[in-house]
């Protein structure tokens, strides 16, 4: 009894958990606040969701340059739940950052949503999103990925007495709780044949399964797996995203393309690399086949959108962020055919993306203002009303296609390429070629309409001045998107050198 009970201590390194811990209690604090606020103030709850998530950010540097540890049980050196290494930090990193973007994305949408509810619901997500790369057993991530999407349920299907909102909501949160239930009974495949949850001591103990358990083990580490892909929208588990993106408000659209995909991958790689590792020879073709028909769908997909068909901007952004999903998950299969990591590549990767998607995204609610629906036609010649945004937007595309000025875009890509064929992936990075080739038509197609010259479209209906004028909060989150993709345009090595650490 006495060694149980000293087996179960726990020490706590409060430093350590500041990011996810900081989040969480400025989401508590808007919470409160909102109790108190008159609705003239509730504005505050903005900038208190912002502040918070800049402390949250702060709070990652004097966790620089050190491995620190918490949760630990004392029975077992290296069983902790929670690790803050550098993969830790750069994903932490990615996270608070897309969701003070998003925040910025959000300020001017306020007079339309519940002030508390949605800033109390975007920092819980945050703060999961946080916990999970820090995850280092099944239980502690998988509750972590709840505490991502829970919220984010409710944040899809905010905008009261909107059908399309209701709809992406219901679709979301059915997708999602297969997904929990898929994950959980591999969850428990894995425990039983190993009798622990730590993903280090899965590692250890899985070469010495029973034989007559092997089978269980294997599809235990399988559905998990394919909970990751539902979370993921990894084909064929993408339905939900298209509806869901497009009845969302843009800003958590925005929110789900960057941090919830950051979050959900940087749990896939915990459970490959790390857990799963000595069945690298069953993850790994599964991952590179989900990885080649993931691409393929998105950016096919992405390419038959109607330009004038109502929300067909949204769409294009959501089959679009499928087929990233796919590049995404090319280092994650090469890994299990090397034994280099080339998890720092798909973080290098997952960096770029997340400026420059959540720039496209701040554009197109820019865009919304003027034009609720957000149809591909409504950007033609932008660049004679919105100069500035017409250009931003060119550039973010132009980096998402991975072509000049977008320099950033094109170093990512050729990294990715890069990691398929010293893996041996040669099919695989023939299908990526394709696949470039193919986004390359829409991407340019959407560019080329930001500076046509204005067609014999229908005079556009009245709208107030005030959706004319561009709020401080958005331009923000445009220009800092705009400022970090042209800063890593200028110098690609530093992403991927900084990412290139992240190794697990």
Not at 77 to 105: E, K, N, P
Request: aromatic fraction near 8%; glycine fraction near 8%; charge should be positive.
């Amino acid at each position: 009894m006495t060694t149980l009970a000293t087996s179960a201590i726990q020490s706590v390194d409060w430093l350590a958990i500041a990011p996810p811990a900081i989040t969480a209690a400025a989401a508590l604090v808007v919470l409160v606040a909102d109790l108190f606020l008159s609705d003239r103030r509730k504005p505050l709850l903005g900038r208190l969701t912002v502040g918070g998530l800049l402390l949250a950010g702060l709070s990652l540097l004097p966790l620089t340059g050190s491995v620190r540890s918490t949760f630990c049980l004392t029975g077992a050196a290296g069983d902790c739940s929670y690790v803050a290494d550098h993969f830790t930090l750069v994903i932490q990193l990615l996270v608070i950052g897309g969701a003070l973007l998003t925040a910025l994305l959000s300020m001017h949408t306020m007079d339309k949503l519940p002030a508390g509810e949605y800033w109390f619901l975007l920092l819980s997500s945050a703060t999961g999103a946080a916990l999970l790369p820090a995850s280092r057993d099944l239980a502690t991530l998988v509750v972590a990925l709840e505490v991502v999407t829970l919220p984010s349920f409710a944040l899809v299907g905010i905008k009261r007495g909107d059908r399309l909102s209701s709809e992406a909501a219901l679709k979301f949160f059915l997708s999602s709780v297969a997904a929990t239930a898929v994950t959980l009974l591999g969850v428990s495949f894995v425990y039983a044949t190993t009798g622990t949850l730590q993903l280090a001591a899965i590692a250890h103990a899985l070469p010495g399964v029973d034989p007559q358990l092997s089978t269980l083990a294997k599809a235990g580490a399988a559905l998990t797996l394919v909970g990751f892909a539902f979370k993921l929208a990894v084909a064929p588990f993408h339905f939900w995203v298209p509806d869901t993106y497009a009845g969302a408000p843009l800003p958590i659209a925005a929110y789900l393309s960057v941090v919830g995909k950051a979050a959900g991958f940087s749990g896939l790689i915990l459970v490959t690399v790390v857990a799963f590792k000595p069945y690298h020879d069953v993850w790994g073709p599964a991952v590179a086949v989900l990885a080649a028909l993931t691409m393929t769908v998105g950016n096919v997909a992405a390419l038959r959108q109607r330009p004038d068909a109502p929300h067909s901007a949204v769409r294009l952004l959501a089959w679009s962020s499928i087929g990233q999903a796919g590049y995404l998950l090319v280092p994650i299969a090469a890994s299990a055919y090397t034994a280099a990591d080339h998890i720092g590549t798909t973080v290098a990767y997952a960096l770029m993306y997340a400026a420059v998607n959540l720039g496209a995204f701040a554009v197109a609610a820019l865009v919304a203002r003027t034009h609720q629906e957000n149809r591909l036609t409504d950007y033609r010649s932008l660049h004679a009303s919105r100069p500035l945004a017409a250009l931003s937007l060119a550039f973010f595309l132009l980096c998402l296609a991975g072509l000049p000025p977008g320099i950033i875009g094109l170093f990512a890509k050729v990294a990715v390429f890069s990691t398929a064929v010293d893996a041996g992936l040669g099919w695989l990075a023939v299908i990526m070629a394709l696949n470039v080739v193919v986004a390359l038509v829409y991407y340019l197609r959407w560019t080329a309409l930001l500076f046509l010259r204005p067609g014999n479209a229908p005079e556009p209906k009245a709208v107030p001045d005030a959706a004319t004028r561009t709020p401080a909060p958005l331009g923000a989150a445009i220009a800092v998107a705009a400022i970090i993709g042209i800063a890593l345009s200028g110098a690609p090595e530093l992403v991927l050198r900084f990412a290139a650490s992240s190794l697990l």
